[in-house]
């Protein structure tokens, strides 16, 4: 018996340690002021949300014309007579570069062996070697000129009118800087 009386004496002097440190003087008075004054300024405004603009869709419809990113070249028409001079070869297989748009490809470099010089050619995932005659780039382009410092090549195009004219074009090689 004597055990559960000093029990509740401890939980009486726990409550009254308890009450009595709530119940002095506040240590936090300057807070206490703060809070209140804070409360008390008028609250902001909260400016309304943005209308939103409604943007009419565009649908580009040019994926057949030249690239706006790939450097104008000059247009050489190749027709004698209302008959059609030039034709890209259908009956032939695609090359690998054939896929690939002629802005994605650079040359990196060239090799000599045997007396024949071959450019190295990056579409940005690999580099090939080609040589005279090579097809690469999406307008049927094929190359007619090697030389240490640049490709040139010849593309053939639709020129609108249901026939196809030559573009020539060039891949200088590329430094590393």
């Known amino acids: ?13 726990l409550a009254s340690v308890l009450l009595a440190s709530c119940s002095g003087e506040q240590k936090f008075q300057d807070l206490d002021d703060y809070m ?3 409360r008390a300024r008028p609250g902001g405004k909260i400016e309304p949300m943005p209308v939103l603009q409604v943007h009419e869709i565009f ?20 027709h004698t007579s209302g008959k059609i001079a030039v034709k890209p070869a259908t009956n032939r297989s ?15 470099g060239s090799l000599q062996r045997g007396g024949t010089l071959s450019a190295l050619i990056s579409d940005g995932e690999e580099i090939h070697r080609v040589s005279l005659g ?7 382009g094929q190359i007619v000129v090697i030389d240490e410092y640049r490709t040139e090549v010849i593309e053939i195009i639709p020129d609108g009118d249901g026939g ?3 573009r020539p074009r060039s891949l200088p090689l590329k430094e590393n800087k």
């Open 164 to 166: 196809w004219v030559e």
């Open 36 to 38: 209140a004054k804070t």
């Open 94 to 108: 695609k090359q690998v570069l054939e896929t690939k748009s002629f802005a994605s490809l650079s040359m990196v």
């Open 134 to 140: 090579s097809y690469l780039g999406k307008n049927h």
């Open 1 to 13: 018996m004597r055990l559960h009386g000093c029990k509740q004496y401890f939980l009486f002097l």
């Open 59 to 78: 649908k580009y419809s040019a994926m057949t014309l030249r690239s706006p990113f790939d450097p104008p070249s000059t247009v050489v028409a190749k």
